[in-house]
């Protein structure tokens, strides 16, 4: 019985593909003339090229030569994916027709797996709207300006710790697993600013809560199995409420985004009963500044209709932590190895941290504020150039909710060899926005944009470039929001947030990596280790470092430390 049970869902799966297949043929064929590489598989198409390339990066940039700024991939059960990295075509996905591009459905489950029923996850624009409406008080700049201290204060726990516990006695240095250490104090951070609450990771306390998030990319999302992969191209057949329950299946990931989300929503929930209980009763500590503070006051001075539930509360809290610990982290990571690999940047950046550091004494300040860092060019282009060589996500996931035209900055040549500026899609063509190829254009970074270079944002003249991002002109912060029925209400968004896909939190995000990397090259001199470890560009959700050969360990960077 069980046997033909199976057997019978196992039918009516492969005739719900046949079917799918069979109108995608007849309908969506409009970027069949787009050249893209050919597939080895028909069943899994160009899918493998990505997840399981060794480095982020091996396929795409190769892509990026042949094809140019857009070009056709195949994916799992014979679906067209048309992938973009031209600006152009960037900024009109993105930000002018961003309501008429949601997120794939297999992505919005992925983030709901992951964070439950959180911003990120939103699968309809009036959701996402309500959600931010209620953030935004959280993230003003001067909120945000009230947690330098707090950066500096963790930044300098950090430095002192190596000092104490492994450089101590060691004038020559040590190698040190900077983003192990670089992973624990970010999550300090958001424990702190986010909820008031020491996570205690920098002095090795074990609770439920830090070892949930220890590694939760790398544990999760590196090499998938085939047969999961293709069971999350199937969840387009299935009925919306069911998916809800996928997270419930007993596989790697799933048991790990289940087990993480249980942990930390017993914590929010204690948490907000206890924020909500002092909002209440007069809110005693008024002066109370953590994200999570903020968000109930603000939450329950909302309209009744337009409030946050508490399921979407407690939400929030996995999403900011998730979002505010590991991808902060691994930037970081990369950026001190960046510096290791080009000893006269870093010395340049020591150099000008010093002569800030003078002034500020000159002054009579005590230490760095933030308009100290915005000061110092280099830092800034250093900073910027690490975004862009190592963005966060290497690519985004849309789907077209009606037909469109994309326009396209650079032509680009079809299998029939004729030379086009747009490429018309279908409603339901699912379109890729490659960032880190993006960030890898030679028009729009210089000839050297395959070079880590900070100098070029020294020197660029950005007037003439199309407007994809609002930092640097880098889209490494794009949110994955979703689309906005509500034309007035799209106004609203773009005036108020720089754009409906700007990063609630990356003003945050910025200000901390200047206020620990500022502190780290005060007080250390970083290199490469003797046995020059091979470092690769791990393929999991957030571009994370890994060494070659350890890849089971997790992400790693180890670097040799010296005392300045």
Known sequence: MAFSLSLIALVLLASGWLAVTVYRALTHNSIARVRGPPSASLLLG?????????????????????????????????????ALADPKALQHVLQKS????????????????????????APAGEIHARHRKVMMPAFSVPQLRSFLPLFRRSASKLSQLWKDRILAGRPGGATVEVNDWLARTTLDVIGEAAFDFDFGALDDTQNELSQAYHNMFADSQLYPSVWNMIFQALWSLMPEPLLYYIRYLPTREFKRYRSTREIMDKFSAELIKERRRDFVAGDPDKSRKDVMSVLVRANMSENPKTQLSD????????????????????????MLWELAKYPDVQDQLRAEIAQKRQDIVANGAYDFALDDFEAMPLLQAVVKETLRFHPIASYLWRV??????????????????????????????????????????????GEDAHEWNPTRFLERDTEKETKVGMYANLISFCTLFLRLRDPKLTFLFLFAAAGVRSCIGWRFSVIEMQAIVVDLVENFRFAIPDDKPEIIRAPTMTMGPMVKGKMQEGFQMPLHVVPV
């Open 46 to 82: 160009n899918v493998t090229d990505t997840l399981y390339q060794e480095s982020v990066g091996d396929v795409e940039f190769k892509w990026l030569r042949d094809y140019g700024g857009a070009w056709r991939l195949k994916a799992l059960l014979g679906a067209n994916i048309l």
């Open 400 to 445: 077209a909710a009606k037909d469109d035209v994309i326009p396209l900055e650079k032509p680009i040549v079809t299998e029939t060899g004729e030379l086009i500026s747009e490429i018309p899609i279908a409603a339901g063509q699912v379109v890729m926005p490659s960032l880190c190829t993006y960030n890898r254009l030679a028009h729009v970074w």
């Open 98 to 121: 961003a309501y008429d591009y949601p997120k794939t459905r297999q992505l919005w489950v992925t983030l709901y797996n992951i964070t439950g029923r959180s911003i990120l996850w």
């Open 311 to 334: 399921e979407e509360m407690r939400s929030q809290m996995s999403a900011m932590t998730l979002a505010g610990h590991e991808t902060t982290a691994n930037t970081l990571t990369w």
